[in-house]
C-alpha cells in the first residue's frame, strides 16, 4: 500500500499564501502522474491540479489559475501546491493522490492513491 503525506495547510488570511507537499515514498512521482484534489464540507471532491509523470504537462482548474501552481522535486520524492492570494472559497481539505499511470488526469476515479489530507482555512 502507498502512503501518501501531505503537510503545510493551516489557516490563512485571505490574500495570503501557503505551500502544500506531498510526500511519496520511492521514487513513484518520477514514474507516475500525481494531483491535488480537495473538498469543501457539503461538497463533492474536485480537482485542483495534476502533473505528469514527467513534469512536462500540468494542469490548473480554472477557479484556481493564476493563483496556484503545481510543480514536484522527484529526486525528493515530494510534489507541490503553491497557493498565492487565496480567498475563503478556497477553504478546504487537500488531497494529494498518485496515479497507475504517467498521464494526468483531471477526473477523481482515474487516482489509485490517497493522502489523507490537509485542512486549508482562509479568513476573511
Known amino acids: 500500500q502507498v502512503q501518501l503525506v501531505e503537510s503545510g495547510g493551516g489557516l490563512v488570511q485571505a490574500g495570503g499564501s501557503l505551500r502544500l507537499s506531498c510526500a511519496a515514498p520511492g521514487r513513484l512521482f518520477s514514474a507516475y502522474a500525481a494531483g491535488w484534489f480537495r473538498q469543501a464540507p457539503g461538497k463533492e471532491r474536485e480537482v485542483v491540479a495534476t502533473?505528469?509523470?514527467?513534469?512536462?504537462?500540468?494542469y490548473v482548474t480554472d477557479s484556481v489559475k493564476g493563483r496556484f501552481t503545481i510543480s514536484k522535486d522527484s529526486a525528493k520524492n515530494t510534489m507541490y501546491l503553491q497557493m498565492s492570494n487565496l480567498n475563503p472559497d478556497d477553504t478546504a481539505l487537500y488531497c494529494c493522490?498518485?496515479?497507475?499511470?504517467?498521464?494526468?488526469?483531471?477526473?477523481?476515479?482515474?487516482?489509485?492513491?490517497w493522502g489523507q489530507g490537509t485542512k486549508v482555512t482562509v479568513s476573511t
Open positions: 493522490a498518485l496515479r497507475s499511470s504517467g498521464r494526468s488526469s483531471p477526473n477523481v476515479d482515474d487516482y489509485r492513491y
Open positions: 502533473i505528469n509523470w514527467s513534469g512536462d504537462s500540468t
